[in-house]
Nanobody, 124 residues
């Protein structure tokens, strides 16, 4: 059974930092594209960042470029990270980890596997 489990969310003041983690099990995720999405209340789920199987190619939404960094554990390649700096109230959302063998872009419908999400709240 495929499972993605996120952790690391919480409450932080504007300008602060958080590091999200996502551990995958049930598959060899070393070959998968992995991504972070987020969904704020009343809004659609939106792309945050993704990373290819080797970690050599990354992509970011314009809203997080220069502040967020996506990476994956190169040793075991089962853990995905999102380092979030200079957080702002508009970053408040539930953050989801996603994985897919073939996905190459920001379209959530292209990702087959999803975690349950972790809440990030940024106070002003």
């Amino acid at each position: 059974q495929v499972q993605l489990v996120e952790s690391g969310g919480g409450l932080v003041q504007a300008g602060g930092s958080l590091r999200l983690s996502c551990v995958g099990s049930g598959r060899t995720f070393s070959s998968y594209v992995m991504a972070w999405f987020r969904q704020a209340p009343g809004k659609d789920r939106e792309f945050v960042a993704n990373i290819n199987w080797s970690g050599s190619v990354t992509a970011y939404a314009d809203s997080v470029k220069g502040r967020f960094t996506i990476s994956r554990d190169k040793a075991k390649n089962t853990t995905l990270f999102l380092e979030m700096n200079n957080l702002q109230p508009e970053d408040t959302a539930v953050y989801y980890c996603a994985a897919d063998l073939w996905a190459a872009g920001p379209d959530a419908s292209h990702y087959d596997y999803w975690g349950q999400g972790t809440q990030v709240t940024v106070s002003s």
